[in-house]
């Protein structure tokens, strides 16, 4: 499955009355830790590859998952190939991948509002460092890509963002480079 992603740098305010107006169901909010780990075999850097732990904690508890995040597969939007699963101990996870060679490389912390519109995901994201931003995403199959990622500059000019405004790089990169 790839993940078909837009991301654009905008206030929350405005966003959030834009999807009241359009019917958004507010989904939730989570608090997001994310440990990005550099791999003893090749570089991550150079081959736009990312594996993280997501630690995720919401009102209702918390949950660890792991992702590997393949290459961007487009150059219009953040669609790449997501692999991800979820473990029962994020200490035990991490003393894996270290026994293994793998190193923690960064950590990007995050606050995040999802709203479920059109079958789409928009997720208001205050990034520790970074600022707000919005994302708009939805899983599609590798024959989907186009249409999915059609759909998602729909959604994010019905919520008045250009999306000629998309950023590709990611939290991590950003951080990375500020």
Same mark, same amino acid.
């Given at each position: 499955?790839?993940?078909?992603?837009?991301?654009?740098?905008?206030?929350?305010? %405005?966003?959030?009355?834009?999807?009241?107006?359009?019917?958004?169901?507010?989904?939730? =909010? +989570?608090?997001?830790?994310?440990?990005? $780990?550099?791999?003893?075999?090749?570089?991550?850097?150079?081959?736009?590859? %990312?594996?993280?732990?997501?630690?995720?904690?919401?009102?209702?508890?918390?949950?660890?998952? +792991?992702? $590997?995040?393949?290459? &961007?597969?487009?150059?219009? =939007?953040?669609?790449?190939?997501?692999?991800?699963?979820?473990?029962?101990?994020?200490?035990?996870?991490?003393?894996? &991948?270290?026994?293994?060679?793998?190193?923690?490389?960064?950590?990007? %912390?995050? =606050?995040?509002?999802? $709203?479920?519109?059109?079958?789409?995901?928009?997720?208001?994201?205050?990034?520790?460092? &970074?600022?707000?931003?919005?994302?708009?995403?939805?899983?599609?199959?590798?024959?989907? &890509?186009?249409? %999915?990622?059609?759909?998602?500059? =729909?959604?994010?000019?019905?919520?008045?963002?250009?999306?000629?405004?998309?950023?590709?790089?990611?939290?991590?990169?950003?951080?990375?480079?500020?």
């Amino acid at each position: 499955m790839y993940e078909v992603e837009l991301k654009v740098r905008a206030s929350h305010e %405005a966003v959030r009355e834009r999807l009241s107006a359009l019917g958004a169901e507010r989904v939730g =909010s +989570v608090r997001q830790v994310d440990t990005y $780990y550099d791999a003893p075999h090749r570089d991550f850097a150079e081959t736009d590859e %990312a594996l993280r732990i997501r630690r995720e904690a919401d009102a209702e508890g918390s949950t660890t998952r +792991v992702t $590997y995040k393949g290459p &961007l597969v487009e150059e219009a =939007s953040k669609t790449r190939r997501e692999v991800e699963t979820g473990v029962d101990d994020a200490d035990r996870m991490a003393d894996i &991948l270290d026994s293994l060679g793998f190193s923690p490389a960064a950590e990007v %912390a995050k =606050s995040r509002e999802r $709203y479920a519109l059109d079958g789409y995901t928009v997720t208001l994201d205050s990034v520790d460092g &970074l600022g707000e931003f919005v994302e708009i995403e939805r899983e599609a199959a590798e024959t989907d &890509l186009e249409t %999915a990622r059609e759909g998602a500059v =729909s959604r994010l000019r019905d919520l008045g963002l250009d999306p000629d405004d998309g950023i590709r790089t990611s939290y991590l990169g950003l951080l990375l480079d500020s």
